[in-house]
């Protein structure tokens, strides 16, 4: 199935980790905030995806199914 | 008791506003003008969703949608909550209403409680809103004395901050929180006040309720248009001679609404929906009806019905400069593409005003705009962005007039600006 990357505004404290363990997907604006792509994340790319959910320290980055 | 009263002529207006400025709110006149509510129950349900009716309190979301959600996971134990903090300060409808028919604001209270299952209903007005609270208050003891309602009604002064209208921020403060928006899903009707299922209606919205249960989808879809049903309240003020709470089906032209508060010599523009809404150009308007359909067409919507007018002598970036720095400061601060996006929004409108050679704060603006958008836990920046960009593009001339000379002398005070910082608790 597949999922795609959110972020919850209120949660995320702008660390940035997850712009930098997964840049294909996540990119920081100027304050330093991730502007995720919202489209599903491709295969190749779920196992770095999954890491970079894990390595927020603020667990404000998910992964969530996709809604059809 | 006595027979239901017969309905109204369908097309009669007002529906929702006192017949007369001096026609008393109490119950004994409501109960004259209305009837009785009829007895309760969910198959009011089907007669909101036939109604059609639509959330007013800026979002239009179908009523009879969330009721359903409501109905569909707390039958017994959901609550409802009237949502009447308005805190956009060119609306001042459901305020109006509160003071001038809190009986029938009541009564759609109480009869979407008995429709959706609920076991308690709450009503949360603006704590900074006397005229409201008194009016309730009053209603309520009449109420308990002659007319006791199956569900039991609290009243919630809500503190004074932008968003803490929005439901997610007023379930948060019902629970003990500051009303700041929360991150959704999960969303009130899936766990809200108390974790139960939670149904938040617009004020006037649940007054269209009590008409509905009344007289019927038919009678109520009798004014308006068959997207947007029924009457609307309008808070018309800025650049006119009469501003007020008026009431006018939907579809009703643009140019006539202005007419009825007594417009301004030359208006420049109008702002339709408050700080959250769209500047439309004064040569669009007499061919605009007020209703989502004819205002998608200038890139405008219905929001929460507040038209403000921009006269001759005005500047309508200095006023929109005003009203993004003011909507800066009401930023819950919680999420960091609104913190710190609408200070530079605002920061780039200043420097539009300010203009100079050489000046480019119309990209930053639309720079602002692409990177903050959609970003918040709310629509708050959204709807900051909607407006400074429809400004952006009416008053187009403006922008390049400031830029090649500077301020042009406009004298800001069209819109309101309140003082004061917003209050969480």
């Known amino acids: 199935m597949s999922r795609r990357l959110a972020v919850d505004p209120i949660a995320c404290d702008a660390h940035g980790i997850c712009a930098e363990l ?12 991730p502007i995720v792509d919202a489209r599903p994340v491709p295969p190749h790319l779920e196992g770095l995806a999954r890491r970079a959910v894990a390595a927020c320290p603020t667990l404000a980055l998910k992964l969530r199914s996709a809604q059809a | 008791m006595r027979a239901p009263t017969e309905a109204p002529p369908a097309t009669a207006l007002p529906r929702l506003l006192a017949l ?20 309760g129950g969910p198959g009011l349900i089907g007669e909101v969703e036939r109604a059609g009716l639509r959330g007013r309190g800026g979002a239009a979301f179908p009523t009879a949608l969330k009721m359903r959600a409501v109905a569909a996971r707390g039958a017994g134990r959901a609550v409802v909550v009237g949502n009447g903090v308005e805190r956009e300060p060119v609306s001042f409808k459901d305020k109006a209403l509160l ?30 809103a006397p005229d409201a609270l008194r009016g309730v208050a009053t209603a309520l003891t009449e109420r308990s004395r002659h007319m006791p309602d199956p569900v039991p009604v609290r009243v919630a002064p809500a503190p004074g901050a932008y968003v803490a209208g929005e439901e997610s921020a007023l379930v948060h403060w019902l629970n003990g929180g500051p009303a700041k928006p929360t991150y959704v ?4 009707f899936e766990r809200g006040v108390g974790r139960r299922p939670t149904l938040v209606d617009n004020v006037e919205t649940l007054a269209h309720v009590a008409l509905i249960a009344r007289f019927g989808a038919e009678w109520f879809r009798a004014l308006g248009t068959p997207a947007d049903p029924g009457s609307c309240l309008l808070s018309i003020g800025g650049d006119v001679t009469r501003p007020g709470v008026y009431e006018a089906p939907y579809g009703a032209g643009l140019a006539d609404l202005i007419g009825m508060a007594g417009p301004s010599q030359a208006p420049q523009a109008v702002l339709v929906g408050g700080y959250s809404g769209a500047w439309v150009p004064v040569g669009a308007v007499s061919s605009l009806r007020f209703d989502s359909e004819s205002l998608a067409g200038v890139e405008a919507g219905v929001g929460c019905a507040a038209i403000s007018v921009l006269g001759a002598g005005r500047c309508g970036l ?17 999420c960091g593409p609104c913190a710190n996006g609408l200070p530079a929004l605002a920061e780039a409108f200043d420097q539009l005003v300010r203009g100079g050679h ?3 704060a119309e990209r930053r603006v639309a720079e602002l705009a692409q990177v903050v958008a959609g970003r918040g836990a709310c629509h708050h920046p959204d709807g900051v962005i909607r407006m400074a960009t429809s400004a952006i593009r009416v008053f187009a001339a403006e922008v390049a007039h400031h830029r090649e ?5 406009g004298h800001p005070g069209a819109l309101t600006v309140p003082a004061g910082r917003p209050v969480w608790r």
């Not at chain 2, 899903?185 to 009130?188: I, K, L, S, V």
């Open chain 1, 22 to 33: 997964l840049p294909e997907l996540i990119r920081l604006d100027e304050w330093g905030y």
């Open chain 2, 20 to 39: 007369s400025p001096a026609a008393a709110p109490g119950l004994a006149a409501h109960l004259e003008r209305w009837g009785p509510p009829p007895p």
């Open chain 2, 99 to 128: 003071a001038s028919a809190p009986h029938l604001v009541l009564d759609g209270l109480v009869l979407a409680a008995e429709a959706v299952g609920a076991s308690e209903a709450v009503l949360c007005i603006d704590r900074g």
């Open chain 2, 185 to 188: 899903p999960p969303r009130p």
């Open chain 2, 318 to 334: 200095m006023e929109t400069a005003r009203a993004v720095r003011w909507m800066a400061g009401q930023s819950a601060g919680q």
């Open chain 2, 358 to 360: 050489g000046s480019r």
């Open chain 2, 405 to 409: 000379l500077g301020p042009c002398g």
